[in-house]
């Protein structure tokens, strides 16, 4: 179930770090990508390319995969921390992005190419992008039987991150369908070690939320910017 915040003095899970979204010109509200879309855009997860477009068709590539599941994981501060950090020789290390890719990879999320380079500007595969997912969740090799990458991909679609989505494994990934995949992400429950462990999703293990009584916001409080809400927590 999605976690939005609704009404005042109602306890909902809320981002923490509130960001505006921006109603994109090219992405019509009845598609089935639109609440993705703005969801992720809402938490700074992903973002348009300016003059007001997302850029749905657009093919997603290695840097950007990279950054999306850093902040999906909420880790944007430790990528920060390592900016500078490269192992690649084609990822410069005053790269904006070069702290995201490196904790990207030691995270596992993705890895350098049969060459030892990155390929930053490259397309990330969808078996790439399956398999990253289905990792993050906490799932091994072992966990996945069969031939890769048609192992990961059956897993991702077990979980329910790629209904609807019919891709090649090595197709690239348009921004409509990734928002699709690491929307659901945040929602799908992450891989039990015990028996005895609750159900936690993603975004919960994560720390992408925090719970909170909404006390004001912009229409009630003269103090608040209207991407801003007054809670018990600030």
Known sequence: MKKYVALLLVLVMICSSMAVYADFSDVPKASSYADAVERLSSLGIMTGNGNNVFKPKDNVTREQFAVIMVKAAALTDTAEALKGSTVFSDVSPSSTNSGYI????????????????????????????????????????????????????????????????????????????????????????????????????????????????????????????????QTDKG
């Not at 072992?142 to 897993?155: A, H, I």
Request: with cysteine; aromatic share 8%; net charge positive.
């Open 102 to 229: 490196a904790l990207a990879v030691q995270k596992g999320y993705v890895s350098g190419l049969t060459d030892g380079k990155f390929h930053p500007k490259d397309k990330i595969t969808y078996a790439q992008v399956c398999y990253a997912a289905v990792k993050a969740l906490g799932y091994t090799d072992q966990d996945v039987t069969g031939l890769w990458p048609r192992n990961y991909m059956e897993k991702a679609a077990k979980l329910g991150l790629i209904d609807g989505i019919k891709l090649k494994s090595t197709d690239g990934v348009p921004k409509w369908a990734m928002a699709l995949i690491i929307d659901r992400l945040l929602d799908t429950n992450i891989k039990k070690t015990s028996a005895s462990e609750g159900e936690k999703s993603f975004a919960d293990a994560a720390g992408l939320f925090v719970q909170g009584i909404i006390l004001a916001n912009s229409k009630t409080s003269d103090k608040l910017a209207d991407n801003q809400v």
